[in-house]
């Protein structure tokens, strides 16, 4: 029983770090459950509390990340609320159409928002980029976060 659980928290970690750069998937989510079931397994006896709430923290930190970095990226440049509403939309739309729809969905959202806003085709490519840029550097923090959880894990198991 013990292997499966640990087959199954060595899963969720790595299922977690894939989605991690998906889009509208709670990859950071599932790799602190992974390290929460690890650690339960051990009885919390090499990885205590304190840092599965430290992961817990960093883990939260990424959801907040996941939330504004489009509108952020849209935000800088003056976007409309409909071009960030475009955006959003543009995202959950695009995961009905895999990966492209992932990356493409967001800027055509954010495009569309903007000229339904009344802005010219110009300035509506430039939040559409601005978004997009957003959302590529809120994907590169939460990479960046989800290997610090894995370091503190690691160093807090193997010491």
């Known amino acids: ?25 709670p990859g950071p989510t599932l ?28 883990t939260f930190t990424t959801v907040g990340v996941d939330v504004l970095a489009a509108s952020l990226g849209a935000g800088r440049l003056g976007a409309s609320r409909l071009a960030i509403v475009g955006a959003i939309a543009g995202t959950v739309l695009g995961l009905f159409a895999g990966l492209p729809g992932l990356i493409i969905g967001p800027f055509v959202g954010a495009v569309a928002g ?16 601005g978004t997009w840029l ?6 590169a923090m939460k990479i960046g976060l989800v290997f610090a959880m894995l370091g503190i894990f690691a160093t807090a198991y193997l010491l």
């Open 114 to 129: 903007e000229l339904l806003a009344g802005r010219d085709l110009e300035r509506a490519g430039r939040v559409g980029v």
């Open 134 to 139: 957003g959302l590529a550097v809120g994907v």
């Open 31 to 58: 790799v602190f459950g992974g390290m929460l079931l690890a650690a339960w397994i051990d009885s919390f006896d090499r990885v205590g509390w304190l840092t599965v709430s430290v992961l817990g923290l960093l």
């Open 1 to 25: 029983m013990t292997v499966t659980l640990w087959v199954v928290a060595g899963l969720l970690i790595v299922l977690g770090v894939i989605g991690t750069v998906v889009p509208a998937m």
